[in-house]
């Protein structure tokens, strides 16, 4: 008597777009990707904030964010993995747009009272000096926004050309563009040290 056929598990983004459309009419298979794909968004957003707390409020919120909008996602324009780190990139940049105008109105208010800081004064200024640690962060906070999130998607995320695509939303020749001229300023910054962010050229 002979075996049966083995049939192959379905591809893994296939299998993501049918848990989402699941997902619909049974929220709770939503999980099946929260299990799939929190470690790894929590590991990029710990590696673009530097803190774990704020990664994983993040990433927590990336997942409710995406749960909220699992009726909208198209597979027919991309994976489900490369659309939640888009959703997480989105919700690093409001986050430090947010810390920006705190510590903006911080500065703003000590500049107007100036008084001897407490301990309670000194957690922002904290905050300021760990956002800017070393040559390397400098040189990444010297990038634009977008060159910055394509950088960082394929050198931490470990996106390909066409998923950092998907996840912003932006043509492929774009992301290549971005990519040269992030790794040729930050490799400048560093005193034209190749920090291999994201190289695979060698």
């Known amino acids: 008597m002979t075996a049966p056929p083995e049939v192959d598990d379905p591809p893994r983004e296939a299998d993501d777009a049918r848990v ?17 794909y929190f470690p790894e968004i929590y590991q990029y957003l710990a ?23 699992r009726r909208t996602f198209d597979a027919a ?10 959703i997480a990139t ?15 109105a911080f500065r703003r208010a ?8 407490g301990p309670e ?16 962060a400098e040189a990444l906070a010297g990038l634009s926004p977008g060159d ?9 995320a470990g996106l390909s050309y066409e998923e950092v695509a998907d ?11 971005r990519l040269n001229r992030a790794r040729k300023r930050v490799k400048a910054a560093l005193g034209d040290v190749n920090p291999m962010i994201g190289d695979t050229d060698g």
């Open 167 to 177: 996840s912003l939303g932006i043509p492929m020749g774009t992301v290549g563009s």
């Open 148 to 156: 910055r999130d394509v950088l960082l998607l394929v050198a931490v």
């Open 20 to 36: 989402i459309s699941e997902s619909v009419r049974r929220p709770e298979r939503f999980a099946i990707l929260y299990d799939r």
């Open 47 to 69: 590696a673009r904030l530097g803190s774990a707390e704020a990664a994983e409020d993040l990433a927590a919120e990336t997942f409710l964010v995406a749960f909220r909008k």
């Open 77 to 86: 324009r991309g994976a489900v993995r490369p659309w939640l780190y888009g």
């Open 121 to 136: 004064d000194r957690v922002p200024a904290r905050v300021d000096a760990a956002s800017v640690r070393g040559p390397l």
């Open 110 to 117: 000590r500049s107007a009272d100036p008084v001897e800081a």
């Open 90 to 104: 989105h919700l690093v940049s409001n986050h430090r747009r947010g810390l920006s105008r705190m510590l903006a």
